[in-house]
């Protein structure tokens, strides 16, 4: 066989058929960019993830309360709070008749207990259930209630 010019140049082609290092980290760097994107929007999606558990939250504890005023004959005070749901309250106003109504207070999804108020700031007529919300303080756009 005769190595000529063009058999040298097929046979540097044939040699040459996998990827280089730079090719490797071009196309990883692409990938971690692309990753990096998606990550980002995922957190932001999480907020409305967080802001729709509250509610559901709110809306579960808010039945609960209600299935103690059923028993008890009256909604647990303020100073009683949420608590009374969970352990039998030892200030009046006492309960005719008393249920737990689980493990504990819930916290919300940014770590803090739910708020409660009976008479409500909205409505007197009745309690409401709260939270500041992501910046976890009162009177800000982001604070969320029962009676919303």
Excluded: H
Excluded at 84 to 90: E, G, H, I, N, S
Aim: aromatic fraction near 8%.
């Amino acid at each position: 066989m005769k190595l000529g010019p063009s058999n040298i140049q097929n046979q540097k082609s044939k040699i040459r058929s996998g990827f280089t290092l730079l090719e490797i980290v071009i196309v990883l760097g692409i990938i971690a960019v692309i990753l990096g994107g998606s990550i980002a929007m995922l957190g932001k999606l999480g907020d409305g993830a967080k802001i729709k558990r509250a509610e559901g939250d709110m809306q579960n504890i808010e039945s609960a309360v209600r299935s103690y005023a059923m028993l008890a004959g009256n909604p647990p005070s303020s100073a009683q709070g949420l608590g009374a749901l969970f352990v039998k309250p030892t200030t009046p106003p006492f309960p005719k008749r008393w249920a737990s109504a689980g493990k504990g207070v819930p916290l919300d999804p940014w770590g803090e207990l739910y708020k409660y108020r009976n008479p409500g700031k909205k409505d007197s007529s009745t309690f409401e259930i709260y939270t500041f919300g992501p910046d976890k303080q009162e009177g800000t756009d982001d604070d969320m209630s029962s009676q919303d």
